[in-house]
């Protein structure tokens, strides 16, 4: 199994500009999470799904934050306009069901200037 | 609310030794707890994970023991290694709520093991 896949490893972009993140979650996963960890704030979660359907937003900042997931292969979360306190390690997550462990990706660095 | 507590922030131990690492929370009310490794710059790597009916699991030189009654687990590393240098998270399942199936993350010991 390939484990689970994010692209970009690393983004850079300009304030103002719009970032998608992309994930790919290991097959037969129900579940998608979508963090963010900072040195400052550590882990945080932003959005998990279940099935596709997003069950808890309240970690998404503001309205500049979506995330999506067209189909149990896929999973987007764009950011629209970046600022630069947006810059952290972005993580993405699934399981299959919640008695099985939380794999992770290897991060999507990003960098606002 | 669920909070997820993780004592020390920090240790450095030489090597060989043996050590033990907290993680408390504050609702029993979960279905499971993980333990997570992450190595700088790297994402987090499964180390076990106890089911909320289990009380220990073992892999290799890692055993981790879970009371819920208490809201506590440990992580016992036996005859610690220099490659065991890492910051080690744990995370409880939330069985409660709009949230269920939710990870809450405590913020990490960093472990440092000198040769």
């Known amino acids: 199994d390939a484990g689970v896949i994010q692209s970009p490893r690393h983004e850079v972009t300009e304030m103002g500009q719009e970032v998608t993140l992309r994930c790919k979650p290991i097959?037969?996963?129900?579940?998608l999470f979508w963090y963010r960890q900072t040195m400052m704030r550590g882990l945080e979660l932003l959005i998990y799904f279940n099935n596709n359907v997003p069950i808890d937003d309240s970690g998404m900042p503001e309205d500049r934050f979506s995330a999506k997931m067209p189909n149990a292969s896929f999973s987007t979360l764009k950011i629209q306009p970046s600022e630069p306190r947006d810059s952290a390690v972005y993580f993405c997550?699934?399981?299959f069901g919640v008695g099985s462990p939380l794999h992770f990706g290897n991060g999507t660095r990003l960098t606002v200037t | 609310k669920q909070e997820v507590t993780q004592i020390p922030a920090a240790l450095s131990v030489p090597e060989g030794e043996n050590l033990v690492l907290n993680c408390s929370f504050t609702?029993?009310?979960?279905?499971?707890l993980q333990w997570f490794r992450q190595d700088p710059g790297k994402g987090l790597t499964s180390l076990l994970l106890i089911q909320s009916s289990q009380r220990e699991q073992t892999s290799g030189r890692l055993n981790a023991s879970l009371d819920k009654s208490s809201g506590r687990s440990t992580l016992y590393i036996a005859a610690s290694q220099p490659g065991d240098s890492a910051t080690y998270l744990c995370a409880v399942r939330v069985d409660y709520g709009g949230s269920q199936g939710n990870l809450i993350f405590g913020k990490g010991t960093k472990l440092s093991v000198k040769p």
């Open positions: 097959s037969g996963h129900d579940y």
């Open positions: 997550a699934s399981s």
């Open positions: 609702d029993s009310a979960i279905y499971n």
